[in-house]
């Protein structure tokens, strides 16, 4: 069994190690993976959640995903509450279990898979993904389907915005479509920084020191998402390092 946890803690972070850990000692057999996303980006977690979910791999494989601001209310939280845990199957067999927080599970959402609430406590501890979330995990991973409650109301991901940065700056993004006919130049803006880049079939069908915007090697089902990518630079830093979500323009 494969598990893989798409979290916010950070890259080497202790809490990757603790969860890690715990999951280990309730699926003794699973291998574990991490996949970390900035603080709080829910579009970021989102979007490597489904990109897990849906792309190739076993079909017993969990994707566990924790990324949980708690701005679902702005009052004080008792015991540490926040975002309830969900749950999806897949009709592929696999399992994903997150906190049902922003877009996190939006991605799936959007495909026709149902989200269903959780029975567990949403509360109780400041690290709910280590003390309170992984015995729900491996009940599920066991087949235990009568944790599962109602199906949860998801709310749609961004269009034409920033989904994820991968390790390279490259930005990867909701656009399926391209913006303009291919080798147009066009001039993209992303929050308050703007710069030309290049429509083409593939990210690096332009000349070092430009920019792409182009399919890249990301999507599932009939999406294949666009990205910008600086040939020999870095997109994302080029564009002020935007987070998950942040609007991605075309301007005249």
């Known amino acids: 069994m494969l ?3 798409v979290a916010d803690y950070g890259t080497g972070d202790l809490a990757f190690a603790e969860v890690r850990q715990k999951i280990a000692q309730l699926l003794p057999s699973a291998e574990v993976n991490a996949v970390p996303v900035p603080a709080f980006d829910t579009v970021a977690a989102g979007f490597c959640v489904a990109q897990l979910a849906f792309g190739e791999g076993p079909q017993d494989r969990i994707v566990y995903a924790n990324v949980a601001p708690r701005q679902d209310r702005d009052e004080p939280r008792a015991a540490n509450a926040g975002e309830r845990l969900a749950a999806a199957r897949l009709e592929s067999g696999v399992l994903v279990v997150g906190v049902a927080s922003g877009a996190s599970l939006s991605f799936l959402a959007a495909e026709g898979v149902t989200v269903h609430a959780v029975d567990v406590a949403d509360h109780g501890s400041q690290f709910r993904s280590r003390d309170v979330f992984p015995d729900a995990l491996a009940a599920l991973a066991a087949g235990d389907d009568t944790l599962l409650g109602d199906e949860l109301p998801v709310a749609p991901p961004p269009e034409h915005a920033v989904a994820y940065t991968d ?3 490259n930005l990867k993004t909701t656009w399926d479509s391209a913006p303009a006919p291919v080798g147009t130049t066009v001039r993209v803006r992303i929050g308050e920084v703007e710069a030309e880049a290049t429509v083409s079939d593939g990210v690096f069908e332009v000349r070092a020191g430009t920019m ?8 599932w089902n009939d999406h294949t998402w666009y990205e910008l990518l600086a040939r020999g630079g870095n997109a994302a830093r ?4 935007p987070r998950g ?3 991605i323009e075309i301007v005249p």
Not at 212 to 219: D, I, N, V
Not at 238 to 241: M, T, Y
């Open 167 to 169: 390790g390279y700056g």
């Open 212 to 219: 792409s915007f182009a399919p890249g090697s990301s999507g």
């Open 245 to 247: 979500g942040t609007p």
């Open 238 to 241: 080029l564009f002020g390092d």
């Open 3 to 5: 598990v893989t946890v």
